[in-house]
């Protein structure tokens, strides 16, 4: 391989149905839109997760929190339909003050469970400084701790929140999780015929953005530059986390699961 030469190939797997469960609104549009907008371009259903409406994403003390929330939400609405989504969910939680608790993991589970995705993309929530500078905001590293949660295992228990259960929210086996905004990427996904849909998307986000030209140069430059390690124009960058594999890849999960429960004898333990 020349210096020149890319480091690794395009991730070309693609999940039917994803789901993206994000902090605020606009994150899903600054993080993984691009991706989302390839997918669904090519023929995946996605559907958009946001824990808080955003209601301290301001700059003006005096303005009213409820407000702001209705405006971000419609906000995410027209950029979700420029994304492409089949919906957005808001779950209202807290602005700034987001926990993985109980409370929130129910609520993640009863969207996974009603939606039915086979991928989940979120926060990486393993990041409190991002390695090129800047600090990880509090409800981006919950977010996604709490998102992974509720993949695994709760999502896919019938005993966890067994109510949802015997609602009809049987459990749903969510193959892989792409944390994006990741320290250490590996994995990279070709967009460089989307990046414009996550421009566009991000343009809807007017409370939030007040230079959008300057934003625009960035966000083209940074998906420039993820895609350098691809060979590509423009690309997204995520740690990847493959619960259930494909046939071809390897055993699954369930099965590594049952050989370790019954340990080197096959006796329950």
Same mark, same amino acid.
């Given at each position: 391989m020349t210096d020149d030469a890319p480091a690794s190939s395009p991730h070309e797997w693609r999940p039917q149905r994803f789901m993206v469960i994000a902090a605020h609104p606009d994150d899903a549009d600054f993080g993984p839109a691009a991706t989302a907008a390839r997918w669904i371009d090519a023929g995946s259903t996605g559907w958009l997760v946001c824990c808080t409406s955003g209601d301290q994403g301001g700059e003006d003390p005096d303005i009213d929190p409820l407000q702001l929330a209705l405006l971000r939400e419609e906000e995410q609405r027209a950029a979700a339909a420029v994304v492409g989504y089949e919906g957005v969910s808001y779950l209202h939680q807290p602005d700034g003050a987001l926990v993985n608790d109980l409370p929130l993991r129910e609520l993640l589970v009863r969207e996974i469970r009603t939606f039915r995705p086979d991928a989940v993309l979120t926060h990486d929530p393993d990041v409190v400084a991002y390695s090129r500078g800047g600090i990880n905001h509090t409800d981006h590293r919950a977010a996604? =701790?709490?998102?992974?949660?509720?993949?695994? /295992?709760?999502?896919?228990?019938?005993?966890?929140? /067994?109510? &949802?259960?015997?609602?009809g929210l049987g459990l749903q086996r969510v193959r892989r999780i792409y944390l994006f905004w990741p320290n250490e990427p590996d994995t990279w996904i070709d967009t460089s015929a989307t990046v414009d849909r996550k421009v566009r998307a991000l343009r809807a986000h007017a409370s939030q953005i007040k230079r959008p030209a300057e &934003?625009?140069?960035?966000? &083209?430059?940074?998906?420039?530059?993820?895609?350098?390690? =691809?060979?590509?124009?423009a690309a997204e960058a995520f740690r990847i986390v493959v619960i259930d594999e494909d046939e071809e890849e390897g055993p699954t999960d369930e099965g590594l699961e049952t050989a370790a429960a019954s340990g080197p004898t096959g006796a329950s333990t």
């Open positions: 996604g =701790i709490a998102a992974v949660d509720a993949v695994y /295992p709760a999502a896919r228990n019938p005993m966890a929140f /067994p109510h &949802l259960a015997r609602a &934003l625009e140069e960035r966000v &083209l430059r940074s998906a420039a530059e993820t895609g350098q390690p =691809i060979g590509v124009a």
